[in-house]
């Protein structure tokens, strides 16, 4: 096995919606895209990140003692504040604190321990024809480990899924789908300009990269990331659906905004830049339904 | 529409998905009536009882017994209401007969419905019937003579809460040949007795004792039919003075049915039924809070729907309907607790165990439309009774598998699964039964499989294990009542190693283990000599055989045995101990003994760092072997006891019926950190509340090895998901497969709790809990109780959307 490390902020097993059957999911951290409704913050910077559950906290400052990089801070009332240039993550005071809110997310973890917890749901992936979902984060940000994983996974007999978000270069990407069974393919933004404005990046290389990957006949869900006012409009889902059409047409699974993600913000010190949206009322989720079966695709919620 | 092809279960399409369950009017109605109705209790088998035993002289006891039947089925206030189906075991809808011959809770009044309404002046009597039996009890008799042979007090260990027993309550759990009935009519059956009855050469002295038995057998059964003529004369009355004729032609059907049947073999499905129901509920009086199991009722019933469909009496929809009506004659039936059986809040757990899918004699799958038509009824109706198993299996088809997932949604936890594979492996190895026998099992209690209606489960008791760690590490003392109860095996300073606590430990544990045992064997013995069923008995092979009755080895097969409680807790606690004191070194084992007795108050580190101990259901093998030994420990010693009828055939169950609540209010802090007085952990093999922090595969491979299951005939295995886990086929699927991996892994019995908002909201109050409770939603999967309050209301909002 190859002797490789890698940053994983979880591994989810009995994973039901991500890919076929029953599945292990291997989160793993870093992304290229800042996303401005993203859900999972913690898994944008590779590196470990301290989560502060403030409204866990007992106030009992055990934590602030035992950080050695003095990075907590006694406020005038009792509250404590993380200082993000001084904390490293290192999980000390995660240890100490009895009230469990203090998390670290994100773990350097072999190429090996990663396998050892996937293969243990083996039977479960075959009564199921499950097997291994990669995200992340972006799971390509890390491309020699998760070359590492995913070829390990395929010596198991596994079936492999990648999640990816598409930003990527070729060259890393391509060696990578060698491996993978089926890719989950975001879709985020048609229009090249508002992509850039929700997500930091341009989506030329990633639909570039959605055409190669299905060139190559490999299964692909395309998955729409649908966030109220930011393209959700008609002209958005026509714009989603022709892209679709101009792939051949994979069949596409909805992913609506949901606000669940928004106290990790507070508990990593970030702000969070989409406080006005509210989630998609029903009559709305079956009007783009709607919309996206009437070009003949298959769309499921 | 009416059908005369016979469909083949693949056919079977129309009640996959039932949205939005539709009940008829008057199943409505009667659901409605149910949760409304009061309980009270009837003192009219109390009054029965006393009167025949005033009466009895010196006749032999299975006279007696049978005559008190007789007495009450011939005298009892009957009522017909809108249910069709009738019969009751008291004059009121959910009234309870208490049962002052076996047990003092004729004065306490709880029942398994909660606390009793009883008449004034029927208090009196019943009062007066209380004082005739005292000494008579079955729990009285017990007592003496446990006393006389260990010179100890029975009720001091229950008082602390080191047992719950059966002493003074059902002598087992019984399945009744009630295919037998349908198929021969009591009247066949009384000429089985008849027959033995005239094999007897009476003067010697082993057929002169079958006398009585057959005798008595006669003297019931025809009780039975005349108490269901009864109500076919009380139909008859009513029927004339109704006006409304469609009011009239039911009563009249009621009448000719109540006439036919249990008497004579049934037509058709609806008398199938109604035979299968006086058959039943006569059970449930004859005997104190028993637990009968209507076992392979979709089996034996089978012939009349098919021949009913063929020449279109009956409607898929009538069958359905007709089910419902029958879910809430199970429900309906109401038992009177001891008071230590009520305090463990076991409510409205009656046990009349139901199965479906399951194998046939050939070994083949026995899934029939019945079982689908079943399932829709208690999809539509959602009663807590009966207790539906799913009899699992390899074979069975995707299409039932998708049925049981779908009722599974709905809430209840029904249907359960139970692996068919170990059921008859179990079977074979146990009671050297035929290969169709064993094929063919039912199962009865919890989910204990059996020989179906050829048993005597006998339920002993129920051994509190974390009790017996507390008493262990107290040198045998209680801490609070200062009572020397177990043995002296050496104060705790005196514990250097690991091993020196776990050997005080096997000590208390089989001197437990045996003193549980010797009271099991004394109650079963006076239940046999005091309080013989000739009643159940004729239903139940080999008794009109061999003249004797189920206790007294008529019975096929058998065998008593007890149930461990508390086997998970004490596994944590002992890893907790061998991790933080004598692995990790962190505290002293006298710093240990400090904070547990003082409930952990001044020492939370300490209680820390016994919380971040390995636990349980995680999928590691530091606690996970713990917890095998112990129930290899138990069963080790439990088999080194023959049952009371001198037979090899004793085996424990790993079953807790409800005693987790109960038990935990009699034990103070344990090393797995768990505060006093709170609740043990559900189940046998399920992880305790919080502790299993890596999904539910991890639990599953945990859970898996566990205990021996061809050894224990049952285990009780609760998972928890969020409706989102179940809500589409393909998430439906996904569940099964877990099902299939389960089995395939070696596990029996595996139960789905559907979370509830109502769930959630306990969780919030009680985060200690439900620590583990992971809610998976559109992505997005964290710990409930970690979230913000304002969260975890969002959170709710779309659990309550699941279920709209």
Redesign the interface.
């Known amino acids: 096995m190859d002797q490789i490390n890698g940053y994983v902020f979880d591994i989810?097993?009995?994973s039901?919606?991500d890919g076929p059957?029953?599945r292990?999911t291997v989160f793993l951290k870093g992304c290229p895209l800042t996303c401005v409704w993203c859900?999972n913050p913690e898994s944008q910077k590779q590196v470990p990140q301290l989560l502060y559950?403030k409204?866990?906290c007992s106030r009992c400052h055990k934590c602030v003692d035992i950080c050695p990089n003095k990075a907590i801070r006694v406020l005038p009332e009792g509250d404590l504040e993380v200082d993000r240039d001084l904390c490293v993550g290192c999980g000390f005071c995660v240890d100490i604190c009895?009230a469990?809110a203090r998390q670290v997310s994100g773990k350097l973890m072999s190429v090996e321990e990663v396998i050892d917890i996937v293969k243990?749901?083996a039977?479960?992936y075959k009564?199921?024809d499950?097997g291994v979902t990669f995200s992340g984060g972006e799971a390509t940000a890390q491309p020699e480990f998760l070359l590492a994983l995913l070829r390990e996974c395929k010596k198991l007999g596994f079936h492999t899924t990648l999640d990816t978000c598409g930003f990527v270069k070729w060259d890393i990407l391509e060696p990578v789908l060698e491996y993978v069974d089926l890719v989950l393919f975001d879709v985020k933004q048609t229009n090249p300009k508002k992509h850039q404005q929700y997500t930091g990046v341009s989506n030329k290389l990633i639909f570039e990269n959605a055409k190669r990957i299905l060139s190559q006949n490999i299964p692909v869900i395309l998955r729409a990331v649908l966030i109220p006012g930011c393209n959700d409009s008609d002209e958005d889902i026509r714009a989603l659906a022709e892209f679709a059409l101009e792939l051949g047409g994979p069949e596409i699974n909805l992913?609506?905004y949901?606000?669940?993600?928004?106290?990790k913000y507070e508990s990593l010190g970030m702000k969070y830049k989409l406080e006005n949206a509210e989630p998609f009322a029903d009559e709305k989720i079956e009007h783009i339904k709607e919309q996206i079966l009437s070009y003949g695709l298959n769309v499921k919620v | 529409m009416k059908t005369s092809a016979l469909r083949k279960v693949d056919e079977i399409e129309s009640y996959q998905i039932a949205e939005k369950p539709v009940l008829t009017e008057r199943v409505e109605r009667l659901k409605e009536d149910f949760i409304n109705t009061g309980i009270k209790t009837s003192v009219e088998r109390a009054k029965a009882l006393y009167d025949v035993y005033l009466e009895a002289g010196g006749e032999p006891i299975v006279i007696t017994r049978a005559k008190v039947l007789d007495k009450y089925l011939r005298n009892m206030t009957l009522y017909i209401d809108d249910n069709p189906i009738v019969g009751s075991l008291a004059k009121y809808p959910r009234g309870v007969n208490p049962f002052p011959d076996y047990n003092e809770a004729a004065n306490k009044l709880f029942s398994s419905f909660g606390d009793m309404d009883v008449d004034p002046k029927e208090k009196e009597l019943l009062k007066q019937v209380d004082v005739y039996f005292r000494g008579k009890k079955q729990v009285d008799i017990v007592n003496k003579i446990f006393h006389e042979l260990t010179g100890l007090d029975r009720q001091e260990y229950i008082n602390h809460g080191v047992w719950i027993d059966i002493v003074g309550v059902c002598l087992g759990l019984i399945n009744l040949d009630y295919g037998k009935v349908m198929n021969i009519g009591l009247s066949g059956v009384i000429k089985e007795a008849e027959e033995g009855l005239s094999r007897l050469d009476v003067t010697y002295h082993e057929d002169f004792k079958k006398r009585d038995f057959y005798i008595a057998v006669i003297i019931t059964l025809k009780a039975v039919i005349a108490w269901a003529k009864r109500y076919a004369s009380l139909a008859e009355e009513m029927a004339k003075n109704e006006k409304n004729a469609e009011k009239k032609s039911y009563l009249e059907k009621i009448a000719n049915t109540c006439r036919w049947v249990p008497e004579n073999p049934a037509r058709t499905l609806y008398e199938a039924v109604q035979s299968f129901w006086f058959v039943h509920a006569a059970a449930w009086i004859e005997q104190a809070q028993g637990a009968i199991a209507p076992g392979r009722f979709t089996k034996y019933t089978y012939q009349f729907y098919k021949n009913d469909i063929e020449s279109g009496r009956i409607t898929d929809e009538e069958v359905i309907e007709l089910f419902e009506l029958l879910c809430i004659k199970f429900s309906e039936i109401g038992i009177q607790y001891s008071t230590e059986v009520y305090a463990t809040g076991a409510q409205q757990h009656t046990a009349q165990t139901f199965l479906i899918g399951g194998l046939n004699e050939y070994g083949e799958d026995a899934t029939n439309e019945l079982d689908f038509l079943w399932l829709e009824a208690e999809k539509r109706v959602r009663m807590v009774q009966p207790s539906t198993v799913c009899a699992w299996h390899n074979k069975m088809s995707e299409k039932f598998l998708l049925k049981c997932a779908d009722t599974i949604k709905m809430g209840l936890g029904k249907p359960a699964f139970i692996n068919s594979h170990t059921a008859v492996k179990r079977n074979l190895d146990r009671w050297n039964c035929t290969e169709a026998e064993a094929n063919a099992f039912t199962i009865i209690g919890c989910s204990q499989s059996a020989v179906a209606h050829s048993m005597d489960n006998v339920w002993g008791g129920l051994l509190n294990y974390a009790k017996i760690l507390q008493l262990t590490l107290n040198n045998g003392k209680d801490p609070k009542s200062g009572k020397q109860l177990g043995l002296q095996t050496g104060d705790i300073d005196s514990f250097k190693t690991y091993e020196d606590l776990e050997s005080a430990l096997s000590k208390q544990f089989r001197h437990f283990t045996k003193l549980l045992r010797t009271v099991s064997r004394v109650s079963e013995n006076v239940h046999a000599v005091y309080f013989p069923t000739p009643y159940s008995s004729a239903l139940v092979d080999d008794c009109l055989k061999t003249g004797k009755h189920v206790l007294d080895g008529g019975a096929k097969y058998g065998g008593d045995a007890d149930c461990l409680a508390g086997a998970v807790d004490v596994s944590n606690s002992l890893a907790a101990v061998k991790k933080v004191v004598f692995d990790d070194k962190k505290i002293t084992i006298s710093e240990l003994y400090k904070a547990l007795k003082d409930n952990f108050v001044g020492h939370e580190e300490t209680q820390r760092l016994l919380l971040a101990a390995p636990k349980y259901g995680n999928e590691d093998d530091y606690v996970d072997q713990i917890v095998r030994k112990s129930y290899d420990e138990f069963y080790d010693e439990e088999s080194m006891h023959k049952s009371f009828l001198g037979k090899d055939d004793g085996r424990p169950w790993g079953v807790v019926v409800a005693g987790h609540s109960w038990f935990g209010m009699h034990v103070g802090a344990q090393p797995n950190g768990r505060a006093a007085g709170n609740a043990l952990t559900d189940g046998s093999i399920s992880a305790t509340p919080g502790t299993d922090r890596k999904g539910p595969t991890a639990l599953i491979h945990s859970a898996s090895k566990a205990m021996d299951n061809t050894k224990y005939s049952g285990n009780i295995f609760n998972m928890k998901f969020h409706p989102t886990a179940v809500s589409t086929e393909d998430d439906q699927k996904k569940l099964l497969s877990l099902v299939k991996t389960f089995m395939d892994l070696g596990g029996y019995h595996i139960q789905f709790n559907i979370v509830s908002s109502k769930l959630l909201r306990e969780a919030q109050l009680n985060p200690d809990q439900y620590r583990n409770l992971v809610v998976r939603v559109a992505g997005f999967s964290a710990f409930f109780v970690q979230l913000d309050k304002k969260l975890q209301e969002e959170i709710i909002a779309r659990t309550e959307q699941c279920f709209a």
């Open positions: 989810q097993r009995y039901i919606h059957g029953i292990s859900s559950l409204h866990l009895p469990e243990r749901d039977l479960f009564n199921s499950g992913m609506l949901h606000k669940l993600g928004i106290k």
